[in-house]
C-alpha cells in the first residue's frame, strides 16, 4: 500500500514539459490502477495551464488525464497567476489552498504521502 502525490509542474512551452506532463498522469495512473493505493494529483505553478488543454477532447492526452481527474486538483493562487482561473472554475478541478494560497506539501508529508514532481 502506497499514497502519492504527484506534483505537475511543467508548463505547456516545450516537449520536454509535454513528456514530464504525461510521465507524471502514468505515474498517477499507476497508483489508481493498484488496489490499496493512494494517490493525488496537483497540478501547480505553470503545471495549471494544463488543465484546459487536457480538458479538450481532441487532446493527446485527454483519455489519459480522464483516467486520473477524479484524484486531481490545482493549486487556487496559481491558477490565477498562470491565467487559466476560469478555466480551472469550468472544469470542476478542485482547488487547494491550505498554505498561503497553495497546496500545503507538508500536510501531504504529515499524512505519509510521497512527493514526486514532473
Known amino acids: 500500500m502506497a499514497n502519492a502525490a504527484i506534483v505537475i509542474l511543467a508548463g505547456t512551452e516545450s516537449h520536454a514539459d509535454t513528456g514530464r506532463l504525461v510521465n507524471g498522469l502514468e ?18 505553478g505553470a503545471g ?9 477532447p481532441d487532446s493527446d492526452y485527454h483519455e489519459l488525464y ?8 490545482a493549486c487556487d493562487f496559481c491558477a490565477g497567476a498562470f491565467g487559466v482561473d ?13 498554505h498561503d494560497g497553495h497546496p500545503s506539501v507538508r500536510s ?6 510521497e512527493i514526486l514532481t514532473f
Not at 480522464?66 to 486538483?73: F, G
Not at 501531504?108 to 504521502?113: A, F
Open 86 to 98: 476560469d478555466a480551472v472554475t469550468d472544469a470542476g478541478v478542485a482547488r487547494l489552498d491550505d
Open 27 to 44: 505515474a498517477a495512473k499507476e497508483f489508481a490502477e493498484t488496489d490499496g493505493d493512494e494517490v493525488e494529483v496537483i497540478f501547480d
Open 108 to 113: 501531504l508529508v504529515d499524512d505519509d504521502y
Open 48 to 56: 495549471t495551464q494544463w488543465i484546459p488543454e487536457l480538458e479538450d
Open 66 to 73: 480522464r483516467a486520473v481527474r477524479d484524484d486531481a486538483a
